[in-house]
């Protein structure tokens, strides 16, 4: 199985700043990492496919960068509503399997 | 749009077969290249993918729980299972849908139902 290591767990930040999460597969995955975002009461997004391809309505303030082994998701001038967990997910082969998330918090 | 709902009996015992329904509207099962895929992710823990089937009823299972998992699909109704048998408390999660495309990604997601497997 692809071990999909996620950092940092935890991030604190105010709104406007930026900041990054970094995935890194246990072997090369190609461009193949989606990020999501989970917040309480609503369901998961899926914001950023194929590593770097924006989901059709995801702001153009995210972006996803890498491949083979690391990617890194940026979320320029933060808003208040991106505030949650976010997950990455390799999409290269089976079984698919998840990082272990970051908390991204208000400071 | 695409909407998913997951039902399934909140709560169930140890050793019995958790039984899971989604029901899906915005695409069909029939269509060259659709997937619902199955994920949990017990409470504050990450997520999991356990199955996934096609438009071409290709299945494919997480082997990390062997032969517990059966996927399966009704086109016409819009509606795709899971199955788990021999359950225990390792198995309480909440339990999502997702509506996969062809490269593997989970394009859109149910609100989720919850498990609890208790005695």
């Known amino acids: 199985d692809v071990q999909m290591t996620q950092s940092p767990s935890n991030l604190a930040a105010s709104p406007g700043e930026s900041v990054s999460i970094n995935c890194k597969a246990s072997?090369?995955?190609?461009?193949?990492l989606a990020w999501y975002q989970q917040k309480p009461g609503k369901a998961n997004k899926l914001l950023i496919y194929?590593?770097?391809t924006l989901q059709s309505g995801t702001p153009s303030r995210f972006s996803g960068s890498g491949s083979g082994t690391d990617f890194t998701l940026t979320i320029r001038n933060l808003e208040p509503e991106d505030f949650g967990l976010y997950y990455c997910?390799?999409?290269?082969?089976?079984?698919?399997?998840f990082g272990s998330g970051t908390k991204l918090e208000i400071k | 749009q695409v909407t998913l709902k997951e039902s399934g009996p909140g709560i169930l015992q140890p050793s019995h077969t958790l039984s899971l329904t989604c029901s899906f509207s915005?695409?069909?099962?029939?269509?060259?290249?659709?997937?619902v895929s199955w994920i949990r992710q017990p409470s504050g823990k990450g997520l999991e993918w356990l199955a996934s089937?096609?438009?071409?009823?290709?299945?494919y299972n997480n082997p990390s729980l062997k032969s517990r998992l059966t996927v399966s699909k009704d086109t016409s109704n819009n509606q795709a299972f899971l199955k788990v048998t021999s359950v225990d408390t390792a198995d309480t999660a909440t339990y999502y849908c997702?509506?996969?495309?062809?490269?593997?990604?989970?394009?859109?997601w149910g609100q989720g139902t919850l498990v609890t497997v208790s005695s």
């Open positions: 997702t509506h996969t495309l062809p490269a593997n990604w989970f394009a859109y």
């Open positions: 915005g695409f069909s099962l029939s269509t060259y290249g659709m997937g």
């Open positions: 089937i096609w438009w071409n009823d290709d299945t």
């Open positions: 072997k090369s995955i190609g461009k193949y």
């Open positions: 194929s590593g770097s």
């Open positions: 997910q390799q999409h290269n082969e089976y079984p698919l399997t």
